[in-house]
């Protein structure tokens, strides 16, 4: 990826590391006004070091978009995935009895699934205000 946004020329800095290490060393604490984590959570477990990196560093009304794939069952990718790999806790009625209470289930695809009340209710404990939530596919897969 870096070497496609290079190839185009588009951005005045390109940095590759991890994005725990670019919140705590390379931000002024409260000095950022929008963070954008598309498809950066399918790569991590817990969420809780994200979201308080991006609490540290956003503005007093600074705003924090991100994705995540959904571990509920009722939606089409856990469906699937508990039907193709036998895994019939990841298509219960209740998802969190498959990953307990860490919110989060890693996925025959490599991707991490996460349970979007836990995600909501620990953006609550950080002191994030939720404006919006929707479901929706991220990316289109073919195998």
């Known amino acids: 990826m870096l070497t496609e946004a290079r190839r185009k020329g588009q951005y005045d800095v390109y940095v590759h590391r991890d ?3 670019i919140l705590a060393s390379s931000l002024h604490a409260r000095s950022v006004d929008l963070v954008v984590a598309a498809d950066v959570a399918p790569y991590k477990g817990s969420l809780e070091g994200l979201l ?3 609490a540290a ?3 007093m009304g600074g705003r924090f978009a991100f994705t995540i794939e959904a571990l ?3 939606l089409p990718l856990p469906a699937l995935l508990a039907r193709q790999h036998g895994r019939e806790e990841w ?7 498959a ?3 860490r919110g989060w289930e890693l996925m025959p695809n490599g991707r991490i699934a996460h349970e979007r009340l836990h995600v909501e209710a620990l953006a609550l404990e950080l002191g994030f205000e939720i ?6 596919p991220l990316r289109w897969q073919v195998i």
Do not use: Q
């Open 91 to 97: 298509g219960g009625n209740d998802s969190r009895h």
């Open 52 to 54: 308080r990196g991006v």
């Open 19 to 21: 994005v725990l290490d």
């Open 72 to 74: 509920e069952p009722h």
């Open 57 to 59: 560093v956003l503005k």
């Open 131 to 136: 404006e919006a939530a929707g479901d929706g």
């Open 99 to 101: 990953h307990g209470s």
